[in-house]
């Protein structure tokens, strides 16, 4: 049986969260978190695009323009998440060495 959300609240307030990103206790994990959520968008939009160079380049037909397309789709995409991962390999980095206290 389920209850209604006003009962399961009233029952316990203090463990009852409504917060969809759960406990955070410092600022760097939630910009942790929204980094990886973006690099899940860029990794979904580079595979979009490998597909969309990849079915360029099989619709061709040898015409010389669709694969110079097709073939710069791809590329783009590469040098996209290239460009994405090593800003976030730099990101993580500097992070680190600013948030690490030093004794």
């Given at each position: 049986m389920l209850l209604p959300l006003s009962h399961t609240l009233a029952a316990d307030p203090g463990?009852?969260?409504l917060n969809p990103l759960g406990s955070i206790p410092v600022p760097q994990e939630l910009f942790g978190?929204?980094?990886?959520f973006l690099l899940g968008f860029v990794g979904v939009g580079a595979l979009t695009f490998f597909i969309i160079g990849g079915i360029i380049l099989l619709m061709s037909q040898g015409n010389a323009d669709k694969v110079k397309m097709g073939k710069d789709t791809l590329v783009w995409a590469i040098i996209g998440?290239?460009?994405?991962?090593?800003s976030y390999i730099i990101l993580r980095f500097v992070?680190?060495?600013i948030i690490t206290p030093t004794a």
């Open positions: 463990s009852a969260t978190r929204l980094l990886r998440m290239f460009v994405a991962f090593t992070l680190e060495i």
